[in-house]
């Protein structure tokens, strides 16, 4: 999986990279214009357009019916009945194409995630290093077997000695801070493993930031591929800069709501979508 | 508990929940649409949000009917509780098949061949309708939806005489390309739609109707066009221009060289062919300067299959020889995001030697109408949407491109099959959603065929001489035309099948041969009442020819001819009065039993006087005389269109070979009702007072025709009338001459 990701995320590095100095409305703008218009021709090519556009017409019809034949109640009944069937037919025949742009969407919005969700800690701020173990290794450390310790390279103040630890040492949190702005590598050490966390430290993300890394779930994989995973059988299930997940990177526009990434992904794609839906004459 | 804590914030807002949420989303769409389009893309985005919008609208929508329903009736109720009290019936449905010949249909009944018409005849009754004269489909279906004579709707032909400059006009609608425009700086700034007028005058039954609340469905009645408005829904039918603005102008594409090819009705453009490519343009409507917009479309010609990939607004069609593609949508661009859509049907004619190919008239869009061709306005985009495209052209089927000889037979009977298929779906949708009020239907497949394919059917007919026997498939065509129709009688009546439903099935006249033209205006030349000017280009068409000081009468138009009237034409000489009324008189006393030297045969029954027979504000508007051809005989083609030729008679050597526009008495239409109807010369122009009569409302007084006396449903006439009336129908029609008298 890690290769994938890897691959994935290098493949998206390409398209991301040329924008990293742009504002992140311009880039986010422009991969939602653009994906909004690749994902109209995947519709277009993945469903069954004359259906769907039957199913259209259907619906029109009916709804043109209950105008035109108002007076009777049957008509009115009988193309409400035709209007829901045929939306319901719609809605069916929309799962194939979404099926289909379901993988390709997923990849795109973890990647969008690390550029547009997270930002670095910044420059001066204290950040937190969590770093889960397995219930064994806790174990081993409560009766005395084993120790935590992190590494911190040059630029970066280790703020606590001695790790705070949660009663079973399935949990150890340490409190770091780095001054400048750059990619640090903290290595954790448990007994006789390590494993390393990148620390993003800086006032803007110019490259992906991570928050997390992990080996917990399939989904959670999936969801940080930036960072490999710790192997399966470590004692290391994950490390988290919590502070990256807290502070949440500023909204793209300066405008409540429509700022947020997401609906301004949303709404500049559909926007995109919709202009170009007559001129690839697709039917959706 | 603050390490959980932070553990559990870490899982959740990670991007894995997105993941999640997609796969959820895809699966549980129906239910989750909200947030769903964030992550399965717009088109499907769109797609589930509008499915599930739909749902819910039309939930709403029934649950609001289902409440307003009792206020609705009640309305409705007091709307119609003027009538409703001496309504015998709760729907009247009227089938109308164009042209449909009494003759034709007697014999096929006596030969058993139609049998609904026979069931519906020993039901109800058949007898000869009456027509008008002259008995052309816009005059006599003006009268039956006016109910009234020509001289009260103002529609006496096909064409009428523009009186300033003698050039012909359309008789019914007024159909202007120019816009209003007001001065701005200087400059004229257009504003507004084209002007559409109709001229069609008088109320139809159907608009009385509504004014007491009864609902119609009225399709493709000949001279509804421009769309009025009313209580119910219409679609337009003759008259409806094509999307150039014509009555419906072909086009013909051949890489074979021709100078000076002009056809009538259409036109023919040369291409060339650059190896296995043809490019040229389909023509649409004019532009902004005036000049036609196109559009352009590439053919690539596959010669060993004998087929054709024909590429037009992005979309790519295979044609194949003597087959028509579907309906094909055609955007033509007149500005930035500005365009107007067409439909044509392609029929590839020839790949080799020549390349060939066929245009249809490039239509109105029904879905989206350039203009109103209906009414309210989404009725013609109500039936596009549930149908599909249709033939919007007030005369769908080129018998043009028959004549010119670039239609084949089989090529000109698709289209008059492919109308009224068509057709039918609409009417039988019309009939499963109306159970209460009018419903009409007018089907043209019947005139058109009957047009084109009589010489099949008349031995002396001219356009037979040399040919061989034709094959039985054409001999035929009117034959199994009056079949479909039978079969599409019997599927009306099988969902007219109640006693509270009144089915009439009529034609608006009957038909005859067409076998030779007369030039009036030769004839009028030839006896002194017209001259031409002695420096006239020979080749000038629409009467320029003419020296009007020194002419007293002339021809235009299908019906009869014009005195040159002073004060009335723009260069009139016939002085208002005496002179005009002797004039007349001299003309109808020449005219009448005029005979055909060539064949020896009468070629005019009689010529009718057009003031002794309508009357009403517009009985001056009328042709001076109607003229009442003998069977065989009808103006001929040129002088119809006010050309001059060098002989009075001519041979019809056209397709078109069968006609009606001669003498009103011998062309009556038929009628046919599920109830028997007591009267001894029922006429188009009283349908409409029946109907108004059944549903208990009261004929308005300007209206000519009476109501028949209908029967109640199963009762018998005293007497039985039906078989009678089928034996002296055409006697008893001839006595009436069909006009209003």
């Given at each position: 999986m890690?290769?994938i990701n890897n691959?994935l995320s290098?493949l998206f590095d390409?398209?991301f990279?040329?924008?990293?100095?742009?504002?992140?409305?311009?880039?986010?703008?422009?991969?939602?214009?653009?994906?909004?218009?690749?994902?109209?021709?995947?519709?277009?090519?993945?469903?069954?357009?004359?259906?769907?556009?039957?199913?259209?017409?259907?619906?029109?019809?009916?709804?043109?019916?209950?105008?035109?034949?108002?007076?009777?109640?049957?008509?009115?009944?009988?193309?409400?009945?035709?209007?829901?069937?045929?939306?319901?037919?719609?809605?069916?025949?929309?799962?194939?194409?979404?099926?289909?742009?379901l993988i390709p969407v997923g990849a795109l919005f973890v990647q969008m995630t690390g550029r547009y969700q997270f930002?670095?800690?910044?420059?001066?701020?204290?950040?937190?290093?969590?770093?889960?173990?397995?219930?064994?290794?806790?174990?081993?450390?409560?009766?005395?077997?084993?120790?935590?310790?992190?590494?911190?390279?040059?630029?970066?103040?280790?703020?606590?000695?001695?790790?705070?630890?949660?009663?079973?040492?399935?949990?150890?949190?340490?409190?770091?801070?780095?001054?400048?702005?750059?990619?640090?590598?903290?290595?954790?050490?448990?007994?006789?493993?390590?494993?390393?966390?990148?620390?993003?430290?800086?006032?803007?993300?110019?490259?992906p930031v991570s928050?997390l890394?992990?080996?917990?779930?399939f989904w959670e994989k999936l969801g940080f591929p930036w960072?490999?995973?710790?192997?399966?059988?470590?004692?290391?299930?994950?490390?988290?800069?919590?502070?990256?997940?807290?502070?949440?990177?500023?909204?793209?526009?300066?405008?409540?709501?429509?700022?947020?990434?997401i609906?301004?992904?949303?709404?500049?794609?559909?926007?995109?979508?919709?202009?170009?839906?007559?001129?690839?004459?697709?039917?959706? | 508990?603050?390490?959980?804590?932070?553990?559990?914030?870490?899982?959740?807002?990670a991007p894995c929940t997105a993941l999640r949420v997609a796969?959820?989303?895809?699966?549980?769409?129906?239910?989750?649409?909200?947030?769903?389009?964030?992550y399965?893309?717009?088109?499907?985005?769109?797609?589930?949000?509008?499915?599930?919008?739909?749902?819910?609208?039309?939930?709403?929508?029934?649950?609001?009917?289902?409440?307003?329903?009792?206020?609705?009736?009640?309305?409705?109720?007091?709307?119609?509780?003027?009538?409703?009290?001496?309504?015998?019936?709760?729907?009247?449905?009227?089938?109308?098949?164009?042209?449909?010949?009494?003759?034709?249909?007697?014999?096929?009944?006596?030969?058993?061949?139609?049998?609904?018409?026979?069931?519906?005849?020993?039901?109800?009754?058949?007898?000869?309708?009456?027509?008008?004269?002259?008995?052309?489909?816009?005059?006599?279906?003006?009268?039956?939806?006016?109910?009234?004579?020509?001289?009260?709707?103002?529609?006496?032909?096909?064409?009428?005489?523009?009186?300033?400059?003698?050039?012909?006009?359309?008789?019914?609608?007024?159909?202007?390309?120019?816009?209003?425009?007001?001065?701005?700086?200087?400059?004229?700034?257009?504003?507004?739609?084209?002007?559409?007028?109709?001229?069609?005058?008088?109320?139809?039954?159907?608009?009385?109707?509504?004014?007491?609340?009864?609902?119609?469905?009225?399709?493709?009645?000949?001279?509804?066009?421009?769309?009025?408005?009313?209580?119910?829904?219409?679609?337009?039918?003759?008259?409806?221009?094509?999307?150039?603005?014509?009555?419906?102008?072909?086009?013909?594409?051949?890489?074979?060289?021709?100078?000076?090819?002009?056809?009538?009705?259409?036109?023919?453009?040369?291409?060339?062919?650059?190896?296995?490519?043809?490019?040229?343009?389909?023509?649409?409507?004019?532009?902004?300067?005036?000049?036609?917009?196109?559009?352009?479309?590439?053919?690539?010609?596959?010669?060993?299959?004998?087929?054709?990939?024909?590429?037009?607004?992005?979309?790519?069609?295979?044609?194949?020889?003597?087959?028509?593609?579907?309906?094909?949508?055609?955007?033509?661009?007149?500005?930035?995001?500005?365009?107007?859509?067409?439909?044509?049907?392609?029929?590839?004619?020839?790949?080799?030697?020549?390349?060939?190919?066929?245009?249809?008239?490039?239509?109105?869009?029904?879905?989206?109408?350039?203009?109103?061709?209906?009414?309210?306005?989404?009725?013609?985009?109500?039936?596009?949407?549930?149908?599909?495209?249709?033939?919007?052209?007030?005369?769908?089927?080129?018998?043009?491109?028959?004549?010119?000889?670039?239609?084949?037979?089989?090529?000109?009977?698709?289209?008059?099959?492919?109308?009224?298929?068509?057709?039918?779906?609409?009417?039988?949708?019309?009939?499963?959603?109306?159970?209460?009020?009018?419903?009409?239907?007018?089907?043209?497949?019947?005139?058109?065929?009957?047009?084109?394919?009589?010489?099949?059917?008349?031995?002396?007919?001219?356009?037979?001489?040399?040919?061989?026997?034709?094959?039985?498939?054409?001999?035929?065509?009117?034959?199994?035309?009056?079949?479909?129709?039978?079969?599409?009688?019997?599927?009306?009546?099988?969902?007219?099948?109640?006693?509270?439903?009144?089915?009439?099935?009529?034609?608006?006249?009957?038909?005859?041969?067409?076998?030779?033209?007369?030039?009036?205006?030769?004839?009028?030349?030839?006896?002194?009442?017209?001259?031409?000017?002695?420096?006239?280009?020979?080749?000038?068409?629409?009467?320029?020819?003419?020296?009007?000081?020194?002419?007293?009468?002339?021809?235009?138009?299908?019906?009869?001819?014009?005195?040159?009237?002073?004060?009335?034409?723009?260069?009139?000489?016939?002085?208002?009065?005496?002179?005009?009324?002797?004039?007349?008189?001299?003309?109808?006393?020449?005219?009448?039993?005029?005979?055909?030297?060539?064949?020896?045969?009468?070629?005019?029954?009689?010529?009718?006087?057009?003031?002794?027979?309508?009357?009403?504000?517009?009985?001056?508007?009328?042709?001076?005389?109607?003229?009442?051809?003998?069977?065989?005989?009808?103006?001929?083609?040129?002088?119809?269109?006010?050309?001059?030729?060098?002989?009075?008679?001519?041979?019809?050597?056209?397709?078109?070979?069968?006609?009606?526009?001669?003498?009103?008495?011998?062309?009556?239409?038929?009628?046919?009702?599920?109830?028997?109807?007591?009267?001894?010369?029922?006429?188009?122009?009283?349908?409409?007072?029946?109907?108004?009569?059944?549903?208990?409302?009261?004929?308005?007084?300007?209206?000519?025709?009476?109501?028949?006396?209908?029967?109640?449903?199963?009762?018998?006439?005293?007497?039985?009338?039906?078989?009678?009336?089928?034996?002296?129908?055409?006697?008893?029609?001839?006595?009436?001459?069909?006009?209003?008298?």
């Amino acid at each position: 999986m890690w290769t994938i990701n890897n691959a994935l995320s290098s493949l998206f590095d390409l398209v991301f990279d040329p924008m990293a100095s742009w504002p992140a409305w311009l880039s986010l703008g422009l991969i939602s214009a653009v994906t909004g218009v690749v994902l109209l021709l995947a519709y277009r090519y993945t469903s069954n357009q004359d259906a769907i556009g039957r199913a259209r017409d259907d619906i029109k019809a009916n709804m043109l019916a209950m105008k035109l034949y108002k007076d009777s109640l049957m008509v009115a009944m009988g193309a409400q009945f035709r209007v829901a069937w045929s939306s319901f037919k719609i809605l069916l025949l929309s799962i194939p194409p979404l099926m289909v742009a379901l993988i390709p969407v997923g990849a795109l919005f973890v990647q969008m995630t690390g550029r547009y969700q997270f930002a670095p800690v910044p420059p001066g701020k204290t950040a937190t290093v969590q770093a889960f173990m397995t219930e064994e290794f806790g174990a081993r450390e409560v009766a005395g077997q084993a120790r935590f310790e992190l590494a911190v390279p040059e630029g970066v103040e280790l703020l606590t000695a001695r790790p705070w630890r949660k009663h079973d040492s399935t949990l150890a949190c340490w409190k770091v801070r780095a001054d400048k702005p750059g990619l640090y590598d903290l290595t954790v050490r448990a007994g006789d493993e390590s494993l390393t966390k990148l620390l993003p430290v800086g006032d803007g993300a110019s490259q992906p930031v991570s928050p997390l890394r992990t080996r917990y779930s399939f989904w959670e994989k999936l969801g940080f591929p930036w960072e490999e995973y710790p192997p399966q059988e470590s004692s290391f299930r994950a490390i988290q800069i919590r502070e990256v997940i807290e502070t949440a990177m500023p909204d793209v526009l300066p405008v409540p709501v429509l700022g947020n990434w997401i609906v301004y992904f949303l709404v500049v794609s559909m926007a995109f979508a919709l202009v170009f839906k007559p001129i690839f004459k697709v039917r959706i | 508990m603050n390490a959980n804590r932070f553990l559990d914030r870490g899982r959740k807002t990670a991007p894995c929940t997105a993941l999640r949420v997609a796969v959820v989303a895809a699966l549980l769409l129906a239910l989750t649409e909200s947030r769903a389009e964030a992550y399965i893309g717009p088109g499907a985005g769109f797609a589930a949000a509008s499915s599930v919008f739909g749902i819910a609208l039309a939930m709403l929508a029934g649950m609001l009917a289902l409440i307003t329903a009792p206020v609705r009736a009640v309305f409705r109720w007091f709307r119609r509780r003027a009538a409703h009290a001496r309504a015998r019936v709760k729907r009247v449905v009227v089938l109308g098949l164009d042209g449909m010949e009494p003759k034709l249909t007697d014999r096929f009944i006596a030969e058993g061949k139609l049998p609904n018409l026979k069931r519906l005849m020993e039901q109800g009754c058949y007898h000869r309708l009456a027509t008008t004269a002259p008995p052309l489909s816009p005059v006599a279906w003006s009268t039956f939806l006016t109910g009234s004579n020509p001289g009260k709707h103002n529609v006496f032909d096909f064409l009428t005489r523009n009186k300033h400059n003698y050039l012909p006009e359309l008789s019914s609608v007024h159909v202007s390309s120019h816009r209003r425009t007001f001065k701005f700086l200087g400059r004229e700034i257009p504003y507004g739609a084209p002007e559409i007028r109709g001229l069609r005058r008088g109320k139809p039954f159907w608009a009385t109707l509504g004014d007491y609340g009864i609902f119609s469905n009225v399709i493709r009645v000949p001279i509804t066009f421009p769309p009025e408005r009313f209580r119910g829904v219409l679609l337009s039918a003759m008259c409806v221009p094509d999307l150039r603005g014509s009555q419906g102008t072909f086009s013909f594409y051949t890489t074979r060289k021709a100078e000076d090819v002009e056809h009538t009705g259409g036109e023919q453009i040369h291409v060339k062919r650059r190896g296995n490519v043809v490019e040229s343009y389909l023509i649409g409507p004019p532009g902004k300067d005036g000049k036609p917009i196109r559009t352009p479309f590439r053919a690539t010609i596959d010669d060993a299959g004998g087929t054709v990939k024909f590429k037009v607004c992005g979309k790519t069609h295979t044609l194949r020889k003597d087959e028509y593609s579907p309906w094909i949508t055609v955007d033509f661009k007149y500005g930035l995001m500005k365009k107007v859509t067409g439909i044509c049907e392609v029929l590839l004619l020839k790949t080799s030697p020549e390349f060939e190919l066929y245009v249809t008239p490039i239509q109105i869009d029904p879905a989206a109408p350039a203009m109103p061709i209906s009414h309210p306005g989404v009725y013609s985009t109500y039936l596009a949407k549930k149908q599909g495209p249709y033939a919007t052209l007030g005369l769908a089927e080129d018998t043009w491109a028959m004549n010119e000889k670039i239609l084949t037979d089989d090529g000109f009977l698709h289209q008059c099959v492919e109308a009224d298929e068509e057709r039918e779906v609409m009417f039988f949708d019309a009939l499963d959603k109306v159970k209460e009020g009018l419903c009409v239907c007018v089907f043209d497949g019947t005139d058109r065929i009957q047009h084109m394919f009589w010489r099949y059917i008349d031995p002396k007919h001219p356009a037979r001489a040399g040919q061989t026997e034709p094959s039985l498939q054409r001999r035929n065509a009117i034959e199994d035309l009056y079949l479909r129709n039978d079969e599409l009688v019997g599927k009306v009546m099988a969902k007219c099948n109640d006693r509270h439903t009144l089915l009439f099935v009529i034609s608006d006249h009957g038909f005859n041969s067409f076998r030779r033209g007369v030039d009036w205006n030769r004839w009028l030349i030839e006896n002194g009442y017209m001259a031409l000017k002695e420096d006239a280009d020979p080749k000038a068409k629409y009467l320029k020819r003419v020296d009007w000081s020194k002419t007293r009468a002339y021809c235009l138009g299908l019906a009869g001819i014009w005195l040159n009237v002073k004060d009335r034409e723009a260069q009139g000489t016939v002085e208002p009065g005496a002179e005009e009324n002797a004039l007349r008189e001299e003309l109808c006393e020449k005219l009448t039993g005029l005979t055909d030297p060539a064949t020896g045969e009468t070629a005019v029954k009689r010529a009718m006087d057009s003031r002794k027979i309508y009357r009403g504000p517009y009985t001056t508007e009328a042709p001076d005389l109607i003229m009442g051809y003998a069977e065989g005989y009808r103006v001929s083609w040129e002088a119809a269109v006010g050309d001059i030729t060098g002989a009075v008679f001519h041979d019809n050597m056209k397709a078109w070979s069968g006609d009606h526009c001669i003498d009103p008495s011998l062309v009556p239409g038929v009628m046919f009702c599920n109830r028997a109807v007591e009267a001894e010369r029922p006429r188009l122009m009283d349908i409409g007072p029946t109907a108004l009569d059944m549903f208990g409302v009261k004929v308005p007084s300007y209206m000519d025709g009476q109501p028949l006396k209908v029967l109640e449903w199963g009762q018998r006439p005293a007497a039985p009338a039906a078989a009678a009336t089928v034996r002296g129908g055409a006697t008893r029609a001839a006595e009436q001459v069909g006009v209003s008298a």
